[in-house]
């Protein structure tokens, strides 16, 4: 069974960098997309960043210019770099990947994995 493995939160200093990974563990032919949320407590899970099969990315207004998603086709791994960080970004984040198992298999998504805290202080 295809899980969910992320790495890389911690602790870091407003101004600092993490870089989180996501990779999917398990035999599959490609991920279709790639998606990075995060929940602050107290707040609703919000998309971050997504990545496209055809490489195409959106940043929520609060990231962009700071957070770069990427991915490793090889290594069936999405990352999430953050660079300038606030104490705002804060939160526990999660990926969500949607995947084809084989060449013609329909894209379906993985389930959520268990997230990496983040937290930003001084």
């Known amino acids: 069974q295809v899980q969910l493995v992320e790495s890389g939160g911690g602790l870091v200093q407003p101004g600092g960098s993490l870089r989180l990974s996501c990779a999917a563990s398990g035999s599959i032919f490609s991920i279709n997309i790639g998606d990075w949320y995060r929940q602050a407590p107290g707040k609703q899970r919000e998309l971050v960043a997504r990545m496209r099969a055809r490489g195409s990315t959106y940043y929520a207004d609060s990231v962009k210019g700071r957070f770069t998603i990427s991915r490793d086709n090889a290594k069936n791994t999405v990352y999430l770099q953050m660079n300038s960080l606030k104490p705002e970004d804060t939160a526990v984040y999660y990926c969500?990947?949607?995947?084809?198992?084989?060449?013609?298999?329909?894209?379906?998504?993985?389930?959520w994995g268990q997230g990496t805290q983040v937290t930003v202080s001084s």
């Open positions: 969500n990947l949607q995947v084809r198992d084989y060449y013609y298999s329909a894209p379906r998504p993985l389930n």
